[in-house]
Structure formats: structure tokens, C-alpha cells
């Protein structure tokens, strides 16, 4: 929703066409549409959407937040700004409950609104829920929780998606249908579970069951979506390569109609494939955090662009992923704070703690050598 305009304009002609004096057509073939091209645009057929993993909130982000007044989580989108500004529309996964005082990190996580506020005011438009913690306090955390997201949907516009009031709210509103640009998509995110603890009465949260996923889909078809895209929570936690269930789930999607596939959960970046024209990117890895074993400081943001060629379907153009990096407290800057690789490569002097600069380089290089996301 932040997208200024630079662009490429393509021109569909025919030969019938009548030219004035001096114009010299230029045709677009297909193979350039599959090249790589600006995030910036102003085409009414092209939509980016922007990915990033697992906003943790563990104790040590708690503290570090804390002020006289409440918490103050500055910093924490500052440095990916240009991402998210050059989206349409951004989405982050909220890995914790919401305004259960007292606020916890692991295992049961409860984070302050502040947190929602920080997000959406760098633009993050849209926040999901379907994760192994959104039951840690409750049914008073999810009373509080949802109550926090209708909240910072009426100051903001944010939308959040994954869990619902009651089961009339999830038919509703499941899979969440969003429109800007002339596109229509349609955004299933569910989760494997609740790390054994029940959802109450009244409340939902979507799963993995694939009779769901199937009735999700379905509708996102009746309701004209151009494109699907899954956002699962699934995986082994800390593995680089993704499991024997994660390869399965994501070869039925595939067939059963979804365009893409976004995962989180594994707390480390995870590698991509192509199954039957569906793109899957099986885990973005965390966001933010206070985790520091091996990988867990390296994330992926992923830009996923749709366009909408005049009489035909909507595609998902190859997605294209960053390395980002969460330096905690007193490395990079006084709080905690995420990074985009790539703008930091060569700035060493510039970290209070030079170290976790060259664990960054170091980190990510190997990531890379397994994963290989810049094939």
C-alpha cells in the first residue's frame, strides 16, 4: 500500500493497430516477462507483496523494550523500510499472544500492543496468527489477543488472519481475500498445531487438515481469487532442508490449485522449489528474535510479484528472496534491530559489535552453500 511510481509499461498491440505518424511500436514477448524487473511500479495489473518470517517476543526483547511508560520497540523495522516501502502489500508472522499481562517470552509467549503499533506503523498490512504459540494463555489470551488486532485494524487498517471469534467469524473470513491493483488474492494461513494445547470454546485457529484446506480453497476459487497462496506454519525446528511432511503437504497443494507457498516455523531459513508451476518457499526463517543458536539470526524476506497480462490468467512471477539478519541488543545498535545483508556488507565499523558482523557474512554464506536461494 506504500508503492510510489517508477515503472515499465507494456503495450498490447496488433497488427491491426493504427500507429501515428513516427510511433514505432515495440512488442513484448513472453520470455521478458519472466525477467527480473523493478519492485517499483504504477501498473494497475502488477502486485508486489512482501514475506518476512517469525516476529519472536522473548524475554530478553522484553526487557530490552521496557520503558517508565510501557515499551518502546523502535528500530525493529527501521532498517527494512526500503522492502517494505517498495511492496504493495507486506505481511509478517506474529509468533506470540497479545495483552496478557503478565507479558512472558518462551515457552508461553504474551507480547503489548506496542508491538502491533511498531509493525504497522513501518506498514506491515497484514499480520498472521496461525502458529504453535497463539494458544499459550488461553482463552484469556485469545480474548485479548483478537481484541488487540481489532484495535490495531481500526488505528491502522492492519488486518490480522489465522485465528477467529468463533467458528461463524473463520467461515467468514477464511481464506482472508485481499484486492489492490485489479488482483484478487487469496491467503490461506494454518498452522500443525498448538503445541498441545487446546484451543477453547468458542475460538478457532486454522489447521492443517486438508478437508479445511481443501473447503479454503474452494472458495478462494468461488470468489474469482487470480491467485492462492498458502502460508503454513510446519516443519522440523532448526533445519535447514525441509522434512518428509513439508514435502508432502507442499506437492498436494500444488495440485489442489495453490499458486504459492510461504512457510515459517523451522526458526531458520529454508530452500525453495517449483512443484507442478507452484513456486514454495518452505520456511522465511525468524524475523526478530533473541535466539542465537546456529541459523536462527538469519531470515529470508520474500517479494512476491503478480501480474495480470490483458486476456489472460495471473502468474506468480519467480519470487525473489533477501538474507536478512537480527542482531540483538548492543551488536549492531543499542536494541534489537534487523538488517538486509546486502545493504550492510563493507559497514563492519559502523556495529557496536563488530563480531555479530562477521557472523552475519559468515552465517549466511553457509546458509547458502545448503539452501541456495540465489540460483
Not at 182 to 204: D, E, M, Q, S, W
Not at 305 to 311: A, D, L, P, S
Amino acid at each position: 500500500m506504500k508503492a510510489t511510481a517508477i515503472g515499465i509499461i507494456c503495450l498490447v498491440l496488433t497488427a491491426a493497430t493504427d500507429f501515428p505518424p513516427g510511433f514505432e511500436p515495440r512488442f513484448i514477448n513472453e520470455k521478458e516477462l519472466e525477467m527480473p524487473v523493478p519492485l517499483l511500479h504504477d501498473r494497475p495489473d502488477t502486485l508486489d507483496m512482501l514475506f518476512i518470517g517469525d516476529v519472536m517476543m522473548h524475554s530478553a526483547q522484553l526487557d530490552a523494550a521496557k520503558t517508565d511508560g510501557g515499551y518502546d520497540f523502535s528500530g525493529y523495522f527501521d532498517n527494512i523500510d526500503n522492502l517494505i516501502n517498495e511492496a504493495d502489500i507486506a505481511v509478517a508472522n506474529m509468533e506470540f499472544t497479545v495483552g496478557t499481562r503478565p507479558y512472558t517470552g518462551y515457552p508461553c509467549f504474551s507480547a503489548p500492543y506496542e508491538i502491533l503499533e511498531e509493525a504497522a506503523g513501518h506498514g506491515i498490512d497484514i499480520m498472521l496468527s496461525a502458529n504453535n504459540h497463539i494458544a499459550d494463555k488461553g482463552a484469556k489470551g485469545f480474548a485479548a489477543t483478537i481484541g488487540a488486532y481489532r484495535k490495531i485494524h481500526d488505528e491502522y487498517g492492519t488486518v490480522n488472519t489465522g485465528m477467529y471469534a468463533d467458528s461463524a467469524a473463520q467461515d467468514r473470513e477464511y481464506p482472508l481475500i485481499v484486492e489492490k491493483n485489479g488482483l484478487k488474492v487469496a491467503l490461506l494461513n494454518f498452522t500443525y498445531g498448538t503445541n498441545g494445547i487446546p484451543v477453547p470454546c468458542p475460538y478457532k485457529v486454522n489447521g492443517t487438515d486438508t478437508v479445511e484446506l481443501k473447503r479454503a480453497i474452494a472458495k478462494a476459487v468461488s470468489d474469482s481469487a487470480d491467485i492462492i497462496i498458502a502460508l503454513p506454519h510446519w516443519g522440523t525446528e532448526y533445519r535447514l532442508m525441509p522434512d518428509r511432511a513439508q514435502k508432502s503437504l507442499a506437492e498436494w497443494l500444488a495440485r489442489n490449485g495453490v499458486d504459492a507457498v510461504i512457510g515459517t516455523h523451522p526458526h531458520v531459513p529454508q530452500g525453495k522449489e517449483t512443484i507442478n508451476g507452484c513456486q514454495i518457499v518452505y520456511s522465511l526463517g525468524n524475523y526478530i528474535s533473541n535466539m542465537s543458536l546456529a541459523n536462527t539470526q538469519a531470515g529470508l524476506a520474500a517479494t512476491v510479484r503478480i501480474v495480470k497480462r490483458y486476456g489472460k490468467e495471473a502468474k506468480v512471477l519467480p519470487i525473489q528472496l533477501e538474507y536478512l539478519w537480527c542482531s540483538r541488543a548492543g551488536h549492531k545498535e543499542s536494541g534489537f534491530t534487523t538488517v538486509v545483508v546486502k545493504n550492510e556488507e563493507g559497514r563492519r565499523d559502523e556495529w557496536a559489535r563488530p563480531q555479530d558482523y562477521d557472523n552475519m557474512l559468515s552465517t549466511c554464506r553457509r546458509i547458502e552453500r545448503t539452501i541456495k536461494i540465489n540460483e
